[in-house]
């Protein structure tokens, strides 16, 4: 392995990786991918895969950090992580046979690191397995080059080995590549800076014990990475793949379909996260929710989307973001073990995904990259409601629609439940900060407006 990669030559690889990519974008069906993780199931245990490179043995469920509960802080305004629920959760959870966590320092403003580190530090070190991530686009994004980054980075690595309690992190990946300019913003970071040298020389003294990356956006910096992939050698990326995205990726997405599937041509387990695309695969506009209900009465909705991506057999753990004990339990019992989807099953979620992108939806997964907004806007929880009355109806194109009063009228107080006043859209002064944090890619200040106008619309029954 090299120890050092050649600028020129990362962009000269980058080149053939996208011709190989135009050539390849035909798509990679589910049942001719080579198996790369075995699976072991027993009656009501957690099913497993074997991570090819390390022989880990990893649960298939994951468990997402990015939405521990919250309580209100008792010193003040604002909100704290709920340690007390978080742990047990994450006992809860490794009783029930998971053992991979992942989290980021940028993931509850800051905050999600050391309260994941406080939970897992009560078990066994050899009992979990901790993901972390290279967030070092901030640095970036506030104008810090080559040795500057470099020390920015390497403190922001140092900093969540001490968050998390540990001298070792099992899985570190390479954060949000394929956002901001592409290839450029992907080279500031990691290559012109050393950052990506120093993460392969950890992984070299075993401080790094799996290095990979999480890809958004761009796929062309998906195909650039790929084609270092002989001196680099991931060892495993995380995607988003869902039964929406798969085949029908709208927006800063790209078709899981050929990720997966550009993957498993290379023997790279995949981690999969957002499989329920930021929740909005729990609850369906309703004739869909209906018609799953009718297929399988017993399990909820949000079960199709996760037995979709746990079907695959190149899928090393689905990540889930589970803030309450519901929401854990019923994953659990979706992967404990897991039934994988027959063909009929498959061919269902694709017509439905059909469907669904006939749907004008906001491509928001609730990450909160966005936030803190500096004027206090509460730009998830917006979106949140939109996409959410969308779904139900309630979201009339004009005054003669069918249902236009009750769906005014659920619109408007579900509004004011969900989002404060002073939070609300209306607030949005346009300033932008938020737009270069955004995975999706999404013009939010245009998205603020536009459901503004609306609200005002409805509020003066002038739709």
Sequence with gaps: MKKNIDR????????????????????????????????????????YRTNPGSGDRVSLLGYGCMRWPMMPNPQGEGEIIDQEAVNELVDYAIEHGVNYFDTAPPYLQGKSEEATGLALSRHPRDSYFIA???????????????????????????????KLRTDYIDYYLLHNVGGGSGIPFLNERFIDSGVLDFMLAERQAGRIRNLGFSYHGDVAVFDALLAM??????????IQLNYADYRHASGSNFNAEYLYGELTSRGIPAVIMEPLLGGRLASLPERLNDRLKAYSPTESV?????????????????????TYMEHLQDNLKTYSPLRQLTDEEFALLED??????????IPCTTCAYCMPCPYGINIPAIFSHYNKCLNEGNVPATAQSPGYREARRAFLVGYDRSVPKLRQAAHCIGCGKCRRHCPQ???????MRRIDRYVEQLKQDKL
């Design 441 to 447: 890619r999404i013009n939010i200040p245009a998205q």
């Design 352 to 361: 439905t995904a059909t469907a669904m992108a006939e749907f004008p939806i």
């Design 302 to 322: 949000a079960s199709w989307a996760f037995r979709f991506a746990g079907s695959f057999p190149g899928v090393l753990s689905v990540l889930s973001g589970m």
């Design 132 to 162: 972390t991530k290279m967030s070092n686009q901030s640095f970036a994004n506030a104008g810090l080059r080559g040795r500057e980054l470099y020390d920015a980075s390497v403190g922001m690595y140092r900093n969540s080995l001490e």
């Design 229 to 238: 992939h002989d001196e680099v050698h991931w060892d495993f990326v995380q």
């Design 8 to 47: 020129r030559e990362f962009l000269k690889r980058f080149g053939l990786g996208a011709a190989a990519a135009a050539m390849a974008a035909a798509g990679c069906s589910r049942r001719s991918e080579s198996t790369t993780s075995a699976a072991e199931n027993g009656t009501g245990e957690m099913t």
